[in-house]
Nanobody
Framework: QLQLVESGGGLVQPGGSLRLSCTASGFTLNYYAIGWFRQAPGKEREGVSCISSSGGSTNYADSVKGRFTISRDNAKNTVYLQMNSLKPEDTAIYYC???????????????????????WGQGTQVTVSS
Protein backbone atom coordinates (compact mmCIF):
# COMPACT_ATOMS: atom_id res chain seq x y z
CA GLN A 1 0.00 0.00 0.00
CA LEU A 2 1.38 3.37 -1.03
CA GLN A 3 1.05 5.87 1.76
CA LEU A 4 2.58 8.68 3.77
CA VAL A 5 2.45 8.54 7.54
CA GLU A 6 3.01 11.56 9.76
CA SER A 7 4.12 11.32 13.37
CA GLY A 8 5.48 13.52 16.12
CA GLY A 9 2.52 15.74 16.82
CA GLY A 10 1.24 16.46 20.29
CA LEU A 11 0.56 19.06 22.94
CA VAL A 12 3.32 21.54 23.69
CA GLN A 13 3.55 24.79 25.60
CA PRO A 14 4.20 28.09 23.81
CA GLY A 15 7.89 28.43 23.11
CA GLY A 16 8.35 24.69 22.96
CA SER A 17 9.50 22.44 20.13
CA LEU A 18 8.28 19.44 18.19
CA ARG A 19 9.71 17.45 15.32
CA LEU A 20 7.30 16.02 12.83
CA SER A 21 8.21 13.07 10.62
CA CYS A 22 6.71 12.03 7.30
CA THR A 23 7.58 8.49 6.26
CA ALA A 24 6.65 6.83 3.00
CA SER A 25 5.75 3.20 2.66
CA GLY A 26 5.36 1.33 -0.59
CA PHE A 27 7.37 3.84 -2.60
CA THR A 28 10.58 5.84 -2.40
CA LEU A 29 10.60 9.54 -1.70
CA ASN A 30 13.82 10.07 -3.66
CA TYR A 31 11.95 11.33 -6.72
CA TYR A 32 9.40 13.42 -4.89
CA ALA A 33 9.27 16.93 -3.57
CA ILE A 34 7.63 16.98 -0.16
CA GLY A 35 5.51 19.61 1.45
CA TRP A 36 4.12 20.18 4.91
CA PHE A 37 0.68 21.76 5.04
CA ARG A 38 -1.54 22.63 7.96
CA GLN A 39 -5.17 23.37 8.56
CA ALA A 40 -6.60 24.96 11.66
CA PRO A 41 -10.30 24.84 12.53
CA GLY A 42 -12.24 27.33 10.44
CA LYS A 43 -9.21 28.27 8.33
CA GLU A 44 -8.01 27.37 4.88
CA ARG A 45 -5.19 24.95 4.39
CA GLU A 46 -1.78 26.63 4.39
CA GLY A 47 1.49 25.54 2.87
CA VAL A 48 4.02 25.58 5.70
CA SER A 49 7.22 24.35 4.12
CA CYS A 50 8.34 22.43 1.07
CA ILE A 51 11.56 20.73 0.01
CA SER A 52 12.82 19.53 -3.35
CA SER A 53 13.66 15.88 -4.03
CA SER A 54 17.37 16.55 -3.57
CA GLY A 55 16.89 18.76 -0.53
CA GLY A 56 18.64 21.58 -2.32
CA SER A 57 15.63 23.90 -2.43
CA THR A 58 13.31 24.79 0.40
CA ASN A 59 10.44 27.17 0.94
CA TYR A 60 8.80 28.48 4.08
CA ALA A 61 5.64 30.40 4.81
CA ASP A 62 6.39 33.84 6.22
CA SER A 63 4.62 32.87 9.44
CA VAL A 64 7.18 30.14 10.22
CA LYS A 65 10.42 31.50 8.78
CA GLY A 66 13.22 31.40 11.32
CA ARG A 67 11.31 28.97 13.54
CA PHE A 68 10.70 25.88 11.40
CA THR A 69 13.23 23.82 9.46
CA ILE A 70 12.43 21.21 6.86
CA SER A 71 14.90 18.45 6.04
CA ARG A 72 14.94 15.02 4.50
CA ASP A 73 16.81 11.76 4.83
CA ASN A 74 16.22 9.84 1.63
CA ALA A 75 18.02 6.80 3.03
CA LYS A 76 15.32 6.62 5.70
CA ASN A 77 12.56 7.58 3.26
CA THR A 78 11.59 10.31 5.68
CA VAL A 79 11.11 14.07 5.70
CA TYR A 80 11.20 16.09 8.91
CA LEU A 81 9.78 19.37 10.10
CA GLN A 82 11.57 20.77 13.13
CA MET A 83 9.34 23.31 14.81
CA ASN A 84 10.82 25.63 17.40
CA SER A 85 9.45 28.61 19.31
CA LEU A 86 5.94 27.32 18.79
CA LYS A 87 3.03 29.71 19.14
CA PRO A 88 -0.65 29.09 19.83
CA GLU A 89 -1.39 30.11 16.23
CA ASP A 90 0.66 27.12 15.05
CA THR A 91 -2.09 24.85 16.38
CA ALA A 92 -3.44 22.81 13.48
CA ILE A 93 -3.48 19.41 11.86
CA TYR A 94 -0.26 19.03 9.92
CA TYR A 95 -0.18 17.00 6.73
CA CYS A 96 2.66 15.97 4.50
CA UNK A 97 2.24 15.54 0.78
CA UNK A 98 4.42 14.26 -2.05
CA UNK A 99 4.62 15.53 -5.60
CA UNK A 100 6.75 13.97 -8.36
CA UNK A 101 9.76 16.18 -8.91
CA UNK A 102 9.32 16.05 -12.70
CA UNK A 103 6.01 17.92 -12.33
CA UNK A 104 6.91 20.31 -9.54
CA UNK A 105 8.16 23.56 -11.09
CA UNK A 106 9.36 25.18 -7.88
CA UNK A 107 8.93 24.31 -4.21
CA UNK A 108 7.49 27.77 -3.70
CA UNK A 109 4.73 27.04 -6.20
CA UNK A 110 4.23 23.66 -4.57
CA UNK A 111 3.66 25.24 -1.19
CA UNK A 112 1.46 28.07 -2.42
CA UNK A 113 -0.70 26.20 -4.93
CA UNK A 114 -0.53 22.61 -3.62
CA UNK A 115 -0.74 21.32 -7.21
CA UNK A 116 0.43 17.98 -8.61
CA UNK A 117 0.55 16.31 -5.22
CA UNK A 118 0.05 12.57 -5.61
CA UNK A 119 0.08 11.40 -2.01
CA TRP A 120 -1.22 12.86 1.23
CA GLY A 121 -0.81 11.63 4.75
CA GLN A 122 -3.69 11.47 7.21
CA GLY A 123 -2.30 14.24 9.38
CA THR A 124 -0.98 14.71 12.88
CA GLN A 125 -2.42 17.12 15.44
CA VAL A 126 -0.21 19.86 16.86
CA THR A 127 -1.62 21.82 19.77
CA VAL A 128 0.27 24.73 21.30
CA SER A 129 -1.28 25.76 24.57
CA SER A 130 -0.37 26.55 28.15
Amino acid sequence: QLQLVESGGGLVQPGGSLRLSCTASGFTLNYYAIGWFRQAPGKEREGVSCISSSGGSTNYADSVKGRFTISRDNAKNTVYLQMNSLKPEDTAIYYCAAGPSKRITTVQAMCVKALDLEYWGQGTQVTVSS
